[in-house]
């Protein structure tokens, strides 16, 4: 079933904005290449100008110059003055993202362990607990349900990994040996790939997984599909 998305989440140009953060990262994106763009054809201009205007002309005599120490003030304090505010600016989007403090509380848990070339996944089941018989287990397939805050506990098995859906706008590197915590609160119902955005070695290419974003009824059915298969009953002989 398709969503209304918000408008702010499209993109001609970028994949879909797809979780709750998405559009903030890329309102911070937006604002860089605006800045960059704008002091790229500044001073480029400034190049062609004066190209142009101090080209060679006959009996023209170049001045010497030792500088001017207001110009090289102003064009010092004002990049550093944009610095600072860009540092200030992601780093209280990168806080409020990324601070384990911050985190959604009660979400639910996800165990992702990618090793060489597949993500090994773990849902903690009905129970909640993860290393209990309940446990589900996939391969290169996550279920997500829309509009449900999820952390994602990822941690490499062999080398490093990193679980990249540019739909999410997340990126993190799976360390061997360092569990590592983010979340996703996905907006929208869609299938997404999940790349591993770190070489990590000849099947690095195929490491591809999938993300499915899907309804809490889905995900319901689903869970309940994945149940260990009860005991067969004992066999009754009802021939007399
Ligand atoms: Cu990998």
Redesign the pocket.
Known sequence: MAQAVPPRYKHWWLPDASSSYAGQIDDMFYLILWITLFVFFLVEGALIVFLWKYRYKNGRKAIYTHGNNTLEITWTAIPAVILVFLAVFSNSLWSEIRDPNKFPKNAPAIQIK?R??EWDITYPGPDKKFGTADDIQTINQLFLVVNQPVQIKLEGQD?I??FFVPEFRIKQDAVPGMPTAVWIKPIKEAQYEIA?A?L??LG?YR?KGTVSIISQDSMDRWVKSQAPAPAAAPAINLTP
Do not use: D, K
């Open positions: 990618p060489q070339f080398v990994h990193s591993c770190e990590c070695g690095h490491m």
